[in-house]
């Protein structure tokens, strides 16, 4: 080997070993800067797993400033290569993929002979509008309909930042309607017994999904029976709420990047984060509204056992308001929608985690179906973190706590 030659190896072993350093420097001071609290289950694994997502944002971030790739891009190869995979089909379970109304479609049927028809549900995986598939929640899909006997259809809505909002809403609704009008002849199933549900930002999704067909009033489409919300993210309005404070550095989903998710689902302005943080986008003259419903005063006193601090007054920005003003409607803010629409939701599941700042949302809006006399069920995670869902029979990735949270969903589902 030449001596030009070794100079290169050796030069580019220096880069590599440059570039591995600033990653573990950069996931080090990220995991310094975040707060597990002991009664969250597997602490340990739990740093572990959040300094792997970590690392992977931050490769991620490195490589779009490159101009090699986009972040998400690189996000959502790495999970889907690296750390989804798919387990052998159990027993009494038959799964398809196809299309309904031009949109990517799972379909988990049990296989055990039911008398009559079946209940079904429509899941929307979460991911912040920006990640998941149905690949994401295929384990979480499967144990739905094994453990309840219900036929489910998982959903693969477009993502942002390829597709703004109401993209992501118009395939939920799409696919959903096309399943009603062929859940009989199809699938065996009663549309009158077809729920819809989902985690995180699909809980959104199902609950605005729920408010649009509610406010179309379409006699011609079945109404969804029931709608199942795990940790639901329901406003944008106040990320300042109690949750928001008390676990703003816990993982998997921080304060400070919640406001990253709409603004990728809105209109993709990053920039704009801190000045929806602290709430400039909010017009003075609905915060006395938005009180009405979110204030902490409507939480259980164990929802302000850990602590919370009165926000300072917002300074209202115009601009940014007209440039965001759809995250304050009932299609991304389900819990902002006014009460004629409350009024119409079906029955409602409501899971939410301790450790989730997404927590007091899924409260709230417990609380304002309940002041319109609709039926809720509330379960509560004291030990849970947001996303945990999503860990369930995931091998090394796993939490038992997931278990626990898919228990609570399979016995509501056996009450439809």
Not at 324 to 347: C, Q, R, T, W, Y
């Given at each position: 080997?030449?001596?030009?030659?070794?100079?290169?190896?050796?030069?580019?072993?220096?880069?590599?070993?440059?570039?591995?350093?600033?990653?573990?420097?950069?996931?080090?001071?990220?995991?310094?800067?975040?707060?597990?609290?002991?009664?969250?289950?597997?602490?340990?694994?739990?740093?572990?797993?959040?300094?792997?997502?970590?690392?992977?944002?931050?490769?991620?971030?490195?490589?779009?400033?490159?101009?090699?790739?986009?972040?998400?891009?690189?996000?959502?190869?790495?999970?889907?290569?690296?750390?989804?995979?798919?387990?052998?089909?159990?027993?009494?379970?038959?799964?398809?993929?196809?299309?309904?109304?031009?949109?990517?479609?799972?379909?988990?049927?049990?296989?055990?002979?039911?008398?009559?028809?079946?209940?079904?549900?429509?899941?929307?995986?979460?991911?912040?509008?920006?990640?998941?598939?149905?690949?994401?929640?295929d384990e979480v899909c499967r144990y739905i309909a094994l453990?309840?006997?219900?036929?489910?259809?998982?959903?693969?809505?477009?993502?942002?930042?390829?597709?703004?909002?109401?993209?992501?809403?118009?395939?939920?609704?799409?696919?959903?309607?096309?399943?009603?009008?062929?859940?009989?002849?199809?699938?065996?199933?009663?549309?009158?017994?077809?729920?819809?549900?989902?985690?995180?930002?699909?809980?959104?999704?199902?609950?605005?999904?729920?408010?649009?067909?509610?406010?179309?009033?379409?006699?011609?489409?079945?109404?969804?029976?029931?709608?199942?919300?795990?940790?639901?993210?329901?406003?944008?309005?106040?990320?300042?709420?109690?949750?928001?404070?008390?676990?703003?550095?816990?993982?998997?989903?921080?304060?400070?990047?919640?406001?990253?998710?709409?603004?990728?689902?809105?209109?993709?302005?990053?920039?704009?984060?801190?000045?929806?943080?602290?709430?400039?986008?909010?017009?003075?003259?609905?915060?006395?509204?938005?009180?009405?419903?979110?204030?902490?005063?409507?939480?259980?006193?164990?929802?302000?056992?850990?602590?919370?601090?009165?926000?300072?007054?917002?300074?209202?920005?115009?601009?940014?308001?007209?440039?965001?003003?759809?995250?304050?409607?009932?299609?991304?803010?389900?819990?902002?929608?006014?009460?004629?629409?409350?009024?119409?939701?079906?029955?409602?599941?409501?899971?939410?985690?301790?450790?989730?700042?997404?927590?007091?949302?899924?409260?709230?809006?417990?609380?304002?179906?309940?002041?319109?006399?609709?039926?809720?069920?509330?379960?509560?995670?004291?030990?849970?973190?947001?996303?945990?869902?999503?860990?369930?029979?995931?091998?090394?990735?796993?939490?038992?706590?997931?278990?626990?949270?898919?228990?609570?969903?399979?016995?509501?589902?056996?009450?439809?």
């Amino acid at each position: 080997m030449d001596i030009g030659g070794a100079i290169l190896i050796i030069g580019c072993a220096a880069l590599v070993a440059a570039f591995l350093l600033l990653v573990i420097g950069l996931v080090y001071s990220e995991l310094m800067n975040s707060h597990i609290p002991l009664a969250v289950e597997n602490t340990g694994k739990l740093h572990m797993v959040h300094g792997l997502f970590v690392g992977i944002a931050i490769v991620g971030r490195i490589l779009h400033r490159l101009g090699i790739c986009h972040q998400v891009t690189f996000i959502r190869w790495f999970v889907a290569c690296v750390l989804t995979h798919t387990n052998a089909l159990p027993p009494g379970l038959r799964v398809k993929n196809t299309i309904f109304s031009g949109v990517p479609v799972r379909i988990y049927e049990p296989t055990t002979v039911c008398e009559g028809l079946r209940r079904g549900m429509v899941y929307f995986h979460g991911g912040g509008w920006v990640q998941g598939n149905i690949d994401s929640v295929d384990e979480v899909c499967r144990y739905i309909a094994l453990k309840s006997d219900t036929t489910v259809v998982s959903v693969g809505y477009r993502l942002a930042p390829e597709h703004r909002f109401p993209s992501q809403l118009d395939d939920c609704e799409a696919a959903t309607c096309h399943f009603l009008s062929v859940a009989t002849t199809d699938f065996g199933v009663d549309p009158e017994r077809v729920a819809v549900g989902g985690d995180s930002t699909g809980a959104n999704l199902a609950a605005a999904l729920c408010q649009r067909l509610a406010k179309q009033d379409n006699r011609h489409v079945v109404f969804p029976c029931a709608q199942v919300l795990v940790t639901p993210v329901l406003q944008m309005a106040d990320f300042n709420l109690p949750s928001y404070q008390q676990n703003h550095s816990v993982p998997m989903l921080y304060r400070a990047r919640m406001p990253f998710y709409f603004l990728q689902y809105l209109n993709g302005d990053p920039s704009l984060c801190q000045d929806v943080l602290d709430g400039y986008h909010v017009p003075n003259e609905l915060k006395p509204r938005y009180m009405t419903w979110l204030s902490p005063s409507n939480l259980p006193k164990e929802c302000l056992s850990r602590g919370y601090a009165e926000p300072p007054q917002a300074h209202y920005d115009g601009e940014l308001y007209h440039a965001l003003k759809n995250g304050l409607e009932h299609e991304v803010s389900p819990l902002l929608a006014d009460e004629d629409i409350i009024e119409k939701a079906p029955v409602t599941f409501i899971l939410t985690c301790e450790y989730d700042v997404a927590r007091d949302d899924g409260i709230l809006f417990r609380k304002r179906l309940l002041d319109v006399g609709r039926n809720v069920t509330w379960k509560h995670m004291d030990n849970g973190f947001h996303g945990v869902i999503n860990f369930y029979n995931r091998g090394w990735l796993s939490f038992p706590a997931a278990a626990h949270v898919l228990e609570h969903v399979v016995n509501f589902l056996k009450t439809l």
